[in-house]
């Protein structure tokens, strides 16, 4: 998702390619430093589209993982 939003933003807000990574994953991973933000409406209509679907990736990601630590944490116990 960071490589495909970067790209994005590179080309249609015309960010440098650091720039562009540097806001997809500040933007991905809730921080939001505000310090750059889109300037055209499609990438505004993207960022609210790549929030949305980065968020219920990161909580599936996340929920994941904390299912297989509590699982094997489960497998110790009934040993």
Do not use: C, R
């Not at 080309?11 to 390619?17: A, K, R």
């Not at 994941?64 to 497998?75: C, R, Y």
Request: hydrophobic share 50%; glycine share 8%.
């Amino acid at each position: 998702m960071i490589f495909w939003a970067s790209v994005f933003y590179h080309y249609v807000e015309g960010w440098s390619w650091l720039d562009s990574i540097y806001f997809s994953v500040v933007t991905i991973s809730t921080v939001g430093f505000g310090d750059f933000s889109p300037e055209t409406a499609a990438g505004k209509i993207f960022t609210m589209i790549y929030i949305i679907v980065g968020l219920g990736i990161f909580v599936t990601a996340a929920t994941t993982v904390a299912d297989t630590i509590l699982s094997q944490s489960d497998d110790k116990a009934d040993d």
